[in-house]
């Protein structure tokens, strides 16, 4: 090795879902939502005044953050956006997992995290799941440097109750506690209404699901006037300008049009009640899930040999070969035509044991 490379700071970078460039198959990989973003997002960058690009964008992106902030009835000041929530969680792992002691986070849960406590050197202990996939509230009453927590989980879609969160986040008054809530709008209960009683609470969530707007890249954290202070600080010391001027406009004509937000997730939620009935009488086992996914294991079949055969078809699903989630395939809703034919494809797959619903 030449000598300069042993003083590069090597990382093993998350792995990100496959995104295709052949666009004819069903892609149910990576939780996008398959519907387009609000009207309105369009018009902003048809109008959008390509004069101002020549003057560096707003650097606080103040009209987006005042928008959200209209949104969950918080101030300005408790609010900061980034280029996506992966953005806002890096950022807010530099700036709050400084302590040298262990961070906490379920040892199934969104593969982000530990990428991102090697990449800035800070050391974490992975608390097990329950065999329902659910979190042990006392696993996180122990002395630690910080704690995150996706709810709803990924890739699981289990919702944790915000009275189990708020014990959580009670008992670390010396820790920052985050709730990465990217599922929150598909039917979880946010945490966001306890930020004005918990300092040490910062909750992110993001426009790559609910939103439409994986493309775009924004995604946000609320917390304490503090917190958002401290972050912004690490923000301002790393690069003022994160967010661009057309990304904001656009953020903004997506914040405001609150009603389409919930037609889009009404939608997506009623096809995952349906496929939910439909995986079941194929055969499939799952937690229940409050996110636009669905984590299931087939009662006989293994997991990979199901993921090859979509994939070999064109239907492209999330598979991961580790240790207690083998046999799960993570599952994105789609359109319902989308999860017309996974399910077509899936019966004939199986076979004519599962023919009609009734399981052989
Ligand atoms: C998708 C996702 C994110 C990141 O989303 P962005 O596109 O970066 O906003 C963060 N956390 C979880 C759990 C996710 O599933």
């Known amino acids: ?68 902030a209209r949104r969950h009835g918080l101030s300005p000041k408790q609010v900061f956006v980034g280029v996506g929530s992966d953005d806002v969680l890096a950022m807010a792992f530099m700036t709050f997992f400084q302590s040298g002691k262990p961070i906490l986070f379920p040892d199934i849960t969104y593969s982000f995290y530990d990428v991102w406590a090697d990449l800035y050197q800070i050391p974490y202990e992975c608390q097990p799941l329950d065999e329902y996939f659910c979190i042990r509230k006392e696993d996180y009453f122990k002395e630690n440097g910080g704690i995150i927590i996706a709810n709803p989980n990924a890739p ?16 670390n008054p010396d820790s920052v506690v985050i ?98 009935k439909e995986l079941s009488d194929l055969g499939f086992i799952f937690p229940d899930t409050m996110t636009n996914f669905i984590f299931a294991a087939h009662e006989t079949v293994p997991a990979q040999e199901i993921f090859e055969a979509l994939r070999t078809n064109g239907i492209y699903v999330r598979y991961w070969n580790k240790p207690r989630i083998s046999n799960y395939l993570r599952i994105s809703i789609g359109t319902d035509e989308e999860m017309d034919k996974l399910i077509s494809f899936l019966k004939d797959y199986f076979g004519s044991c599962y023919t009609g619903g009734q399981k052989g």
């Open 1 to 68: 090795m030449m000598s300069w490379e042993k003083n590069v700071r090597k990382v093993v970078p998350y792995v990100a879902g496959e995104q295709p460039k052949n666009p004819n198959i069903i892609k149910l990989n990576t939780n996008e939502c398959p519907y387009p973003p609000a009207p309105g997002v369009g018009a902003a960058l048809h109008g959008f005044d390509c004069s101002i690009l020549k003057r560096y964008p707003d650097p606080d992106a103040a009209l987006l953050v005042e928008a959200l």
């Open 156 to 171: 699981t879609g289990v919702l944790a109750q915000v009275s189990v969160l708020e014990e959580i986040i009670k008992a």
């Open 179 to 276: 709730i990465d809530e990217a599922y929150v709008d598909f039917g979880g209960e946010s945490c966001a209404g306890l930020i004005n009683q918990y300092e040490n609470l910062l909750v992110t969530q993001t426009f790559s699901k609910s939103r439409s707007l994986a493309g775009l890249r924004i995604g946000y954290a609320m917390g304490s006037e503090k917190l958002i202070h401290y972050l912004n600080d690490v923000k301002f010391s790393f690069n003022s300008y994160t967010m661009n001027a057309v990304t904001i406009a656009a953020g903004i004509a997506s914040v405001e049009d609150e009603a389409y937000l919930q037609d889009t997730v009404a939608k997506v939620v009623r096809t995952r009640e349906r496929v939910k």
